[in-house]
Nanobody, 121 residues
Framework: QVQLVESGGGSVQAGGSLRLTCTVS????????MGWYRQSPQKQRELVAS????????TYVDSVKGRFTISKDRAENTVRLQMTNLRPEDTGVYYC??????????????WGQGTQVTVSS
């Protein structure tokens, strides 16, 4: 099994910064594709940032471009989301999603439990 644990959420004022961390553990051979999703009240869960091909290719939803950065730390097996110039509309529960292979080369697709981000105006 592969487990994900997110951390780094919290409450900040508009213009502030937060860094979310997703730690991947368990039967992990590779971390290939990763993404951070946001679930806002009364909205569908949306993909805000993704990194594919082991982190080499990144994409962002338009609303966070230039403000959020997704990255992967291979040595620590973590996926991070650096968020700057936060806005109230960034408020929501952020979920980490990671896809890759276990040591027995079984494909996995795992989700974290979510971490709350609240941005006040």
């Amino acid at each position: 099994q592969v487990q994900l644990v997110e951390s780094g959420g919290g409450s900040v004022q508009a213009g502030g910064s937060l860094r979310l961390t997703c730690t991947v553990s368990g039967d992990v051979f590779s971390v290939n594709d990763m993404g951070w999703y946001r679930q806002s009240p009364q909205k569908q869960r949306e993909l805000v940032a993704s990194a594919t091909r082991g982190g080499a290719v990144t994409t962002y939803v338009d609303s966070v471009k230039g403000r959020f950065t997704i990255s992967k730390d291979r040595a620590e097996n973590t996926v991070r989301l650096q968020m700057t110039n936060l806005r109230p509309e960034d408020t929501g529960v952020y979920y980490c999603n990671v896809q890759g292979f276990t040591r027995t080369l079984i494909e996995y697709d795992s989700w974290g439990q979510g971490t709350q981000v609240t941005v006040s105006s």
